[in-house]
């Protein structure tokens, strides 16, 4: 029989996405593992591929269309021997969004598959046969969670892997649209709906401020021997077409100072707190419309130059929205940096599950007293840990941001 394809869930917290380009027509062949079309997310365009072969027997949600809920479908899919008189039933058009809410609404479960009795036919992919079959797994002990209970890659991949938690409901707001637009009835303004990283933002956000204790440490960092350093190393590496910014020595500071003080190398998971090893390091990213947090895995292992290259890279891509989601997910740490933008001093938001954040202002002249006592001027950069209570301790974190200065104020360190 016709099999509907799916809007898909492309991350752990997509709800809706929008169908950006078809990539295949009516008619066409396709087989498992063909990109079918690209769909946006809250975060970034992504490609979704075939799980069955057939022929794209109907195209339900055409191109550019919004707020398609994950679940429904999309188009229409005819296996062997079928043909455009069988999808007769097929639904006409997608559901249209269902309107706003202040609480998420998950999507609803598909049905589970029936347990058959002994010889009947199962129905599944030949994608998720073939994998169940190097897996050693029986597809009858399996749930579908295709069309009518068909069972698919998916539920192969997540047979022996243990169920993802439920992302958080966000909070409700403190007052609805109608409550707020009548309040400037009488005052000309422009109406801008949310998209869903704004969305995913003021959610994730508010979650953060309301659940996370939030606690501050401040501490001033002399740059003057890392802006002296790496002028150096930038003449060394001018032939090699490399330049390193201070946010790529930052990186590696911060890097180096959850290994020295391991216990800030942690994130929240709830009813415990886990540990990492790598420093992971994720770096906030302004794109249009909101931020990305991309993450350098093994920082504290690389060289300037690699995490140099790749962290341009990376907010090359987050601003094109380009990355995929293992790119800008996990993490134990996070640096926001708005000093190139002169802003000296801020807090920044935990961002969950990290433990903490380092907000990073600008390198200013200043006076100060230097080591002899006497009056001097030097270059200071404001930093701004923020920390939450349920993972780091004040003592901890001030270990922490110290480890950060000495790094920072003796660069050379850095590269031994």
């Not at 000296?344 to 200013?364: R, T």
Request: charged content about 25%; glycine content about 8%; hydrophobic content about 45%.
């Amino acid at each position: 029989m016709p099999i509907n394809i799916l809007m898909p869930a492309l991350s752990p917290t997509m709800e809706e996405g929008t169908l950006a380009k078809w990539l295949v027509k009516e008619g066409d062949t396709v087989a498992s593992g063909d990109v079918l079309c690209e769909i946006e997310t809250d975060k970034a365009t992504m490609e979704f591929e075939a799980v069955d072969e057939g022929v794209i027997g109907k195209i339900i949600v055409s191109d550019g269309t919004e707020g398609v809920k994950v679940n429904a479908p999309i188009a229409v899919l005819l296996e062997e021997g079928e043909s455009a008189d069988d999808i007769s039933d097929a639904p006409a058009k997608a559901d249209a969004p269902a309107p706003a809410k202040a609480a998420v609404e998950m999507p609803t479960p598909a049905p589970k598959a029936p347990v058959l009795p002994k010889g009947e036919r199962i129905f599944a992919s030949p994608l998720a046969r073939r994998m169940a079959a190097q897996k050693g797994l029986d597809l009858a002990t399996l749930t579908g969670s295709g069309p009518r209970g068909r069972i698919v890659k998916a539920d192969v991949e997540n047979a022996s892997a243990a169920p993802k938690a439920e992302a958080p409901a966000p909070a409700p707001q403190s007052a609805d649209a109608n409550t707020v637009m009548a309040m400037y009835a009488d005052r000309e303004f422009t109406e801008m709906p949310l998209d869903g990283m704004r969305k995913t933002i003021a959610a994730r956000l508010t979650e953060a401020k309301q659940t996370i204790p939030h606690f501050y440490l401040r501490r001033e960092i002399l740059l003057d021997a890392l802006l002296a350093f790496r002028s150096e190393i930038n003449k060394g590496l001018a032939g090699r077409g490399i330049k390193l910014s201070v946010n790529d020595f930052i990186i590696k500071a911060c890097a180096m100072a959850l290994q020295e003080v391991p216990d800030c190398n942690a994130v929240w998971a709830g009813d415990r707190i886990l540990k990492l090893k790598p420093s992971d390091v994720a770096v906030a990213v302004a794109v249009e419309g909101g931020l990305f947090t991309p993450v350098l895995q093994d920082a504290e292992s690389r060289t300037l130059s690699s995490l140099s290259a790749e962290m341009k890279d990376l907010a090359t891509r987050a601003r094109e929205r380009k990355l995929a989601p293992h790119e800008y997910q996990g993490g134990s740490f996070a640096i926001s940096n708005l000093g190139m933008m002169g802003i000296s001093n801020f807090d920044a938001v935990i961002n969950p599950p990290h433990g903490s954040i380092l907000a990073v202002g600008a390198g200013e002249k200043r006076p100060v007293v230097n080591a002899e006592g006497a009056l001097d001027v030097a270059t200071v950069m404001s930093v701004t840990l923020s920390v939450d209570h349920r993972v780091i301790d004040g003592a901890l974190g001030a270990q922490f941001l110290a480890a950060v200065k000495r790094n920072l104020e003796n660069p050379v360190a850095m590269l031994a």
